[in-house]
């Protein structure tokens, strides 16, 4: 059967997607934020992952605000990039499991999560740069891919308790998955920021940092934060935190926390990076 081995989570800046390109890796300004990856590819490189749940949002390039899918996950063979106009290089595509995707879809939508199946999902930043930085050389170890999207731009937004939720009943279609395959979940997004009006380049450290110690420790008592305070304390596009909490559902209940780490500024947001390692 399927094995959930652990989560992780970081942002997905797109500026990030410049910074690999041009090699910035020890740049001052980078390199706090690239040094929180060797851990994590070094913890993939032992447990070396069939499969990578994705979960992310899309920002205008496969839906757009006249429709806006609550929650899609992608069903193909294949997921190509494109050019979002950030003037970031368009990577190749990445492999997809269309067979387990059907898998999950059926399942959630038997445990009434009435999911948007996508054949066909052009991915934005929101997956491409995760997927530079967990797996930048792209070898043999690659997983391949299950993109997962939730709507964090065009409210109403889900609740956080919904997003908690939805983790829990990808876990249980991810555990009732028949072949022995070791799955990790990726939350994307986040944490802090608002690129737009007012309070453009609003970041909230000390809330970012709540949230990274109670996602591990007791991530219910985050589901009790409404979807205005979340804006409020995170920023606009801080929403994306919603990400984080789909993919802490889908761990066990207890987990271990293998490797995090925290820097501020990147581009206009708070950039956390987390792994935490299921213990069934
Ligand atoms: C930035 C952050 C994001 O999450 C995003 O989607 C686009 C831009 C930023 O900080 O610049
Ligand atoms: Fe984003």
Redesign the pocket.
């Known amino acids: 059967m399927a094995k959930i081995i652990g989560g992780l989570t970081t ?5 990030v997607g410049n910074a690999i390109a041009n090699e910035m890796y020890d740049d001052p300004y980078w390199k706090p934020f690239f040094d929180g990856y060797p851990p994590i590819r070094e913890w993939l490189g032992d447990h070396k992952p069939d499969v990578a749940i994705l979960i992310y949002n899309d ?1 205008g390039l496969a839906f757009f605000l006249d429709q806006m899918p609550t929650f899609a996950i992608g069903a193909a063979h294949e997921y190509r990039n494109e050019d979002e106009g950030w003037g970031i290089p368009v990577v190749p595509p990445y492999p997809g499991d269309a067979k387990m995707s059907w898998h999950i879809i059926e399942q959630m939508v038997e445990d009434e999560f009435d999911v948007t199946s996508c054949q066909e999902l052009p991915v934005d ?2 997956f491409t740069v995760p997927m530079q930085l967990f797996w930048p050389d792209r070898g043999p170890d690659m997983p391949r891919t299950i993109p997962v999207s939730a709507n964090t731009v065009q409210h109403p937004i889900p609740t956080l308790k919904r997003a908690l939720d939805f983790g829990k009943s990808l876990r249980q279609a991810i555990l009732s998955y028949p072949e022995d395959i070791n799955v990790v979940i990726l939350g994307t ?1 986040g944490l802090s ?1 608002q ?1 737009d009006g007012e309070r453009a380049g609003f970041i909230n450290k000390e809330f970012d940092q709540m949230c990274m110690e109670k996602i591990v420790s007791d991530p219910e008592a985050l589901t009790k934060i409404s979807r205005h305070e979340l804006v409020r304390q995170a920023g606009a ?1 801080g929403t ?1 935190f919603l990400m984080w909490l789909m993919m802490r559902g889908a761990l066990s209940k207890e987990v271990n926390l293998i490797s995090s780490n925290y820097h501020i500024p990147i ?3 708070g950039a956390g990076t987390m792994v935490m390692e299921c213990v069934d």
Request: no cysteine; glycine share 12%; aromatic share 0%.
């Open positions: 942002s997905h800046i797109p500026a920002h930043h929101g997004g920021h690129l596009q994306e581009s206009n947001t």
